[in-house]
Structure formats: structure tokens, C-alpha cells
């Protein structure tokens, strides 16, 4: 692991009677893609309010680059994309990113470069009030960028991207992430951040329930793997009595196994010889996860 870039250490916020943040504690490290996820409510958006300064903690501390979050510090070392970005729409986008570069210092000669990274070069001298929700988007993105952030926060950082710009968007966030940057992305879009970020941590009711490596998740929760068997002519019936599965589409059986029992299904099946003409696997998804965490099936 790399150094530490972001800390919180028992993070607690909370409004009258209501506990958003309830000792939450989580690093991101150089290099890290770290997927946020819960439920609406669950308290991603007040915690990365709390990392950019904006919203102080009840209890507990928060450290982005070992210095108080909103310090000057701090920002210097933060980018932020909203799900929403807001732009004065009278101004080009080459404009609107010249004058953010102006502001973080940094070398205005570089804007023409970061708007073609995020294939905005042909509109970069339209206004903004012309641009569609994507292209907003990706003129944030665009702002990320800026100064090599040691740190960047992503709240749905998709939203309104066609799918080839969403690809772009992923490719771009592993270029940051092997720069050095840390990058914390709040997503519902879980097909997208399955494969392509480092941990998975899960927000339920303003408490972390889950922080770890896909892998490590799957196996800590223990949901079944799902084997499909299509038989040879019409041994689905046979299959069906020797292994206890259902039967699907007439031709196919399915078979939930523990993950413990997974290769032991597989040698038994493998013995059956010609009656199995293939096995599919499918081991949980992150959408499987998801749902066992944030709702608490595993407390």
C-alpha cells in the first residue's frame, strides 16, 4: 500500500435525533480506485461533504493529505466532480477551464490537452449553455485533471455519459489512479465500478458494513455460486436426480453450491461424463454483494 492520502477515523455526523455518520472509518491510498457505495440516505454524499470541508464532523477526524479538511492545503490537494456540475453557461469551455487553471496555478498551456483528453476539443469554444448534460460532465472531468489532484472525489462521475464516453471516463480515472492519485467514486452504476476499482466500501444507514477487495467480500459473505448444466439429449432429468438441481428451459439444470463445495460439485459433474454436454459458472456479483450488505443480511 501506498501512503495514506485520505483518513477518517470514526467519522460521526448528526442532524437533531437523526445519525447520518455513524463511526465511519476509511483510507484511500496512493494509486487506489475505492468504489462508495449505499442506498440514497445512507450517507455518501454527507461524507464527502465532510472530506471537501463543507459539512464538520460531530465526531471523529478526517485527513486528506495530513491536513484538515477545507484547509488551504487540503483543497490544493483535492479535486471534486459533482453529479451536477454548474458552469457559467455564458462562457466557452476553453474559457471556463482556462480561468479553473488559473486558479489551482497551473500551467494555462495545458487546457488545450485536457480538453482533448476528454473529447471536448471540437466544442471548446462553444459556450457552455449549448452543451448537453455529457459534455458538462466531462468539462468537470476535465477539471479534475488540473494539477494532478492527490486526491479526487467522484459523485456518480458517470451520469449522463453515452457509453463510449462512460468508457473513456474509466480509462481516464485508471491514468489518474496510475499517476498517483486516489480516487473515492460514489456510483448505483455497479456493472461499472465492479471491474474497474480496487476496494468496494458500503455505506447502510450511515455505517461502513463493508470495505474490502471484491474477492475478499464474496468470500466473507458466503452467497452461492450458480452453475448452469446443459445435458446431452434429454439427461436433464437425470442430472436433476443426481444433483438436486431445477430444471431450466427443459435442456439445462441449475445448481447453487456454497463456495466451499464449488469444486466438489465439479469433479461430480465431471464424472457424469457424456451426459453433461457444458457447465457455466457464475459467481455472485457485485449487484449480489450489494444487496447482502446494505441490507444488512450479513448482521
Not at 5 to 25: F, M, T
Not at 65 to 87: D, K, M, N, Q, W
Not at 192 to 200: F, K, L, P, Y
Amino acid at each position: 500500500m501506498g501512503e495514506i492520502v485520505l483518513n477518517i477515523e470514526n467519522a460521526g455526523k448528526s442532524r437533531a435525533a437523526l445519525q447520518v455518520l455513524d463511526g465511519v472509518s476509511l483510507n484511500a491510498a496512493t494509486g487506489q480506485r475505492i468504489a462508495l457505495l449505499g442506498h440514497n440516505g445512507a450517507g455518501k454524499s454527507t461524507l464527502m461533504k465532510a472530506v471537501l470541508g463543507l459539512t464538520p464532523l460531530s465526531a471523529g477526524r478526517i485527513s486528506v493529505a495530513g491536513s484538515a479538511p477545507g484547509s488551504a492545503a487540503a483543497r490544493a490537494a483535492t479535486a471534486y466532480l459533482p453529479e451536477a456540475v454548474a458552469f457559467h453557461k455564458s462562457l466557452t469551455g476553453r474559457e471556463q477551464l482556462t480561468l479553473f487553471a488559473r486558479l489551482a496555478d497551473c500551467p494555462v498551456a495545458q487546457v488545450a490537452g485536457y480538453l482533448d483528453r476528454v473529447g471536448l476539443s471540437e466544442a471548446a469554444d462553444r459556450r457552455i449553455g449549448t452543451y448537453s448534460k455529457g459534455m458538462r460532465q466531462r468539462l468537470g472531468l476535465a477539471q479534475v485533471l488540473l494539477g494532478r489532484p492527490k486526491l479526487a472525489l467522484l459523485d456518480e462521475p458517470t451520469s449522463g455519459l453515452d457509453p463510449i464516453s462512460r468508457h473513456e471516463l474509466y480509462a481516464i480515472i485508471d491514468e489518474m489512479a496510475e499517476l498517483g492519485t486516489a480516487v473515492l467514486i460514489a456510483s448505483h452504476t455497479l456493472t461499472e465500478v465492479e471491474a474497474r476499482t480496487d476496494r468496494i466500501a458500503i455505506l447502510r444507514a450511515g455505517r461502513l458494513v463493508a470495505d474490502d477487495t471484491l474477492e475478499n467480500l464474496t468470500l466473507r459473505a458466503g452467497l452461492p455460486t450458480r452453475l448452469r448444466i446443459r445435458a446431452n439429449g434429454d439427461a436433464a432429468g437425470r442430472i436433476v436426480d443426481a444433483t438436486g438441481g431445477t430444471r431450466v428451459n427443459g435442456m439445462s439444470v441449475d445448481l447453487l453450491c456454497a463456495p466451499e463445495r464449488k469444486m466438489t460439485e465439479l469433479r461430480r459433474l465431471s464424472a457424469m461424463g457424456d451426459v453433461v454436454a457444458d457447465i457455466e459458472m457464475h459467481p455472485p456479483r457485485l449487484e449480489d454483494l450489494y444487496r447482502h450488505y446494505s441490507t444488512g443480511e450479513n448482521h
